[in-house]
């Protein structure tokens, strides 16, 4: 195998005087440097205008539900204003406001947790407030107190509930082995 020398090609930086090409060196720096800081000023001004949006999203986030709940401080508000109402009346301005609160609700995708009776007692959305025995299933639901909420998939209030734990057998020694079933 023979070896290739490879000469270099003249360029034309060569016919230039020296001061001439530390010159155009100089400017290219220039031109660089000045591109680079326009580009970290871009970046820069991205970052604040997200953060701005951020925070603004921040803060009116809650602007939609909000927007949703005024008919029905309006309708309280009516409620409260007319004094010669009839008992009819009123029950039924307070089903309407109800109404009006569950579809704010309802839009904001808040929904109840309001478990049956027999369903299984789920920590992550139930809170046990009494074990009674019961001939149900243990650890299943024997009756609501109070609804729960969750937003989503996100549990904002638990559902109290009372769970069934099993009947224990009566003349029995609670801490014997014997008579096990």
């Known amino acids: 195998m023979q070896e290739e020398t490879v000469q270099p090609q003249p360029s034309d930086d060569s016919e230039k005087p020296?001061?001439?090409?530390?010159?155009?060196?100089?400017?290219?720096?220039?031109?660089?440097?000045?591109a680079m800081?326009?580009?970290?000023?871009?970046?820069?001004?991205?970052?604040?205008?997200?953060?701005?949006?951020?925070?603004s999203s921040l803060k009116y986030a809650i602007e939609r539900f909000a927007e949703s709940l005024l008919?029905?401080?309006?309708?309280l508000e009516a409620t409260l204003a007319n004094k010669d109402s009839s008992p009819e009346a009123l029950h039924?301005?307070?089903?309407?406001?109800?109404?009006?609160?569950?579809?704010?609700?309802?839009?904001?995708r808040i929904t109840a947790i309001s478990p049956t009776p027999g369903e299984r007692f789920d920590p992550h959305r139930h809170q046990a407030?009494?074990?009674v025995e019961s001939d149900s299933e243990p650890n299943t639901v024997v009756a609501t107190m109070q609804k729960g909420y969750q937003l989503h998939?996100?549990?904002?209030?638990?559902?109290?509930?009372?769970?069934?734990?099993?009947?224990?057998?009566?003349g029995r020694n609670p801490i014997s082995d014997t008579d096990l079933d």
């Open 18 to 34: 020296i001061e001439q090409q530390l010159a155009e060196a100089h400017a290219l720096a220039a031109q660089n440097r000045e």
């Open 37 to 55: 800081l326009r580009a970290m000023a871009d970046a820069e001004n991205a970052r604040k205008r997200f953060q701005a949006e951020a925070a």
């Open 71 to 75: 008919p029905v401080m309006d309708s």
């Open 92 to 108: 039924d301005g307070v089903e309407l406001t109800l109404r009006q609160l569950l579809q704010a609700l309802e839009k904001s």
């Open 129 to 131: 407030m009494a074990a």
């Open 153 to 170: 998939d996100r549990v904002l209030r638990p559902a109290l509930v009372t769970v069934a734990k099993a009947v224990e057998k009566r």
